[in-house]
């Protein structure tokens, strides 16, 4: 993208290239799936759901981006060596290998080559493990020819954005528009969370897209393309991110709402879905016939792919500069070769492993992004920041170990092992006195002690300078 800059100033045609750029970063092709399978789930109550997932899936990562724009991109500043470079390396490996990366070929799977697979059940034994046969053969051949981008960075990856993002949106206009105008139906009846808590729920769904996480990195990587295009000056760089910022959350905003009312919308076509991915399939298939398939398809699938080569080049620079000793081109051929293997789990089966990690880390990153804002305003802002991430971390991992032994449980009551049955049983043991902390059963006990422990540090503790370590 070029951008015409002059004295730290950048025209209204670049700044909205830049905010167009932004929000091209976030829109993982990854993130169409969550809410139009939420927006099912909620049914009637959608509109709460709705509320709450773009409080983590929009508004999160836009108050994200403002603090690193505050911070300079040192939104870690204040923590020890050790425990910033270990949530780095969380968010890294979360957004890389572990999650993100292998869902963007499954995604690719789903709506880009299961629609046009006659047999999608056929299984193949490996060891002991069984596994679907044409997802493993696809995802292998995704992720090789991710590894190959990604070993050998050329022009092409950069001529394929920028046609991409101009189709992908177009795409999603459409779709916004069938889902305002063409006939829909009621919308059904709440199932599970989304009957008894819709909003929470809706603010938890918003972890599964990450990009809270993705923001603090980012951000950090918006900054930098400033400073290369000239403007260097620290209040003009605020200035100019906080704009690409608002235009890419109007966008996330507007996509996210018209998938949620498809998925609530669509009646007969959602039924038996088992994820968003089949979902929005479906629906285009019914509306737009072959062809919309078939373009929906090939867009998603490049733009899966272009994620997942910024992805998998993004972890093997960071792990590089971390451990020099290790090459960037082994760690391409590593992360491929992982993302490979976590990507045969499934989709459906991934996005569940996932939730219990999200919501140990996502606290983290919230009090991180908070504390950030209120750095100036702390007696102590060293201790302050440190305080606010340890405790955030202690109630996430309650939260996280909830979701992870509900998980675990089979429909019979009981786990499938006795490792996994002993962990049952500790966190059932602990569910009383727990149950007691607000919002612990809602999934977001981390939520009131991290404020507390924040307001307290605006007025408790010894006076001291902003420190970096």
Known sequence: MGLSVQHNHMSISDTLGLGFMTFAFFLGA???IFPPFAGMLAGQNMPLAMLGFLITAVGLPLVGLIAVAKAQGKVMAML?????????????????????????????????????????TATIMFGSTELNLSQLLYTLGFFIVTMLLALFPGKLLDSVGKVLTPILLTLLVGLAISVMFLPAVDAGVPVAEYARHPLTKGVLEGYNTMDTLASLMF?????????????????????????????????????????????????DIAAGAKNGGEILTNYVTHEFGGLGTVLLSTVVTLACLTTAVGLVSACSEFFNELMPKLSYRFLVIFFSVICALVANVGLTQLI?????????????????????????????????????????????????????AGGLVGENGQATNGLAQGFVDLVN????????????????????????????????????????V
């Open 30 to 32: 990854g993130n169409l």
């Open 80 to 120: 020890p060596v050790f425990a910033a470079t270990a949530l780095a390396v969380a968010i890294y490996i979360i957004i890389g290998p572990a999650f993100a990366a292998p869902r963007t070929g499954l995604v690719a799977y789903e709506i880009g080559a299961k629609p046009f697979i006659d047999n999608t």
């Open 219 to 267: 951000g950090m990587l918006i900054i930098d393309i400033l400073r290369k295009k000239g403007v260097d000056a620290p209040a003009a760089q605020t200035k100019y991110l906080i704009r690409a910022a608002l235009i890419a959350a109007s966008g996330l905003a507007f996509v996210y709402v018209s998938l949620f009312f498809l998925g609530a919308t669509a009646g």
């Open 352 to 404: 569940s492993i996932s939730i219990p990690v999200l919501m140990t880390v996502y606290p983290v990153a919230i009090a991180l992004v908070a504390v950030t804002f209120l750095t100036g305003f702390f007696r102590n802002p060293q201790f302050s920041h440190r305080a606010a991430l340890l405790v955030a971390l202690f109630f996430g991992i309650l939260d996280g170990m909830k979701v992870a």
């Open 429 to 468: 043991g602990m569910a009383p006195a727990l149950s007691k902390l607000p919002l612990y059963e809602e999934g977001m006990a981390w939520l009131m002690p991290t404020a507390i422990v924040i307001v307290l540090c605006l007025f408790v503790g010894k006076p001291q300078q902003a420190t970096t």
